[in-house]
């Protein structure tokens, strides 16, 4: 009987095959970090823009009570009041819509990862 053993050839060649494969994972992994990085920074950026116009807001709320306080005094100040007013109210929507606008034009998390796995799928398919 003649025992089988695999020929050097075929044994070099799982060898290369699984290089490539770990080569690739570790290439698609890094990939993933850098896009987990960008998209915790674009995460950060609107959560710092909608603490800003929330901030925004609360003095425009504060400035509309003092406004109504001060409404009916002899002299001109509610009218600085009521333009710092619509100030804190115009920068504080300002900022959020800024903010809903980061948020609904976002690309997909990972989405540089998934077509990369996606034509490692269609050459592997070949």
């Known amino acids: 009987m003649s025992e089988s053993t695999p020929s050097p050839k075929f044994l070099e060649s799982v060898r290369n095959l699984l290089n490539s494969v770990v080569a690739m994972v570790q290439t698609r992994l890094e990939l993933a970090s850098v896009e987990f990085a960008e998209e915790r920074s674009r995460l950060m950026k609107i959560a710092l823009m ?70 490692d799928r269609e050459i592997l398919r070949r």
């Not at 100040?77 to 034009?105: F, I």
């Open 50 to 119: 909608a603490l800003v116009g929330l901030a925004f807001f609360g003095l425009g709320l504060i400035t509309l009570t003092a406004l109504i306080a001060i409404l009916f005094w002899d002299t001109y100040r509610w009218q600085a009041l009521g333009t710092l007013t619509v100030l804190y109210l115009l920068l504080s929507t300002g900022c959020l819509l800024y903010a809903r606008n980061l948020v609904r034009n976002a690309p997909p998390m990972f989405e540089a990862t998934l077509a990369e796995i996606d034509k």
